[in-house]
């Protein structure tokens, strides 16, 4: 289990328990809208604005505690901060999977930031498709 409070602490923000809540939502469910995150949370807390909501995403997002995962056409949604890896994103219906690095492309960044002379410290890597599940809907 992740420790919420460690974790916004190291990123110099205080544990409160909006806070608190919104990443215990999205560490439930993997990747979330805001719109998703607020139904999550307003459940426990039905005083919580949408507003509120909103301003501490933005915040932890610039602190580095989440991360956006934007969607073609569609709110983005937001995840922790973990290891680098690949999200593989359905245009249909928006769902996000995680996937490891492949030693392949690994070896293809780096050789391009070596060329470039550029110092790569954290990457995203968003592909952009149609999930198996999208594509039988269609071919039924």
Request: charged share 20%; hydrophobic share 35%.
């Given at each position: 289990m992740t420790d919420y409070a460690k974790l916004l602490k190291a990123s110099e923000l205080k544990a409160t328990f909006q806070r608190m809540h919104?990443?215990?939502?999205?560490?439930?469910?993997?990747?979330?809208?805001?719109?998703?995150?607020?139904?999550?949370?307003?459940?426990?807390?039905?005083?919580?604005?949408l507003a509120t909501v909103y301003k501490n995403i933005i915040l932890m997002v610039e602190k580095g505690v989440l991360v956006e995962v934007p969607i073609t056409g569609k709110k983005p949604k937001y995840e922790l901060v973990k290891d680098d890896h690949i999200h593989l994103v359905c245009t249909e219906c928006g769902e996000v999977e995680d996937r490891p690095h492949n030693i392949n492309a690994d070896a293809l960044f780096s050789s391009m930031t070596k060329d470039e002379n550029f110092s790569l410290s954290k990457q995203q890597i968003n592909l952009y498709g149609v999930c198996a599940h999208c594509q039988e809907a269609v071919a039924s």
């Open positions: 919104i990443l215990e939502s999205i560490d439930n469910h993997g990747h979330m809208s805001i719109d998703a995150i607020y139904e999550e949370v307003v459940k426990t807390h039905p005083s919580l604005s």
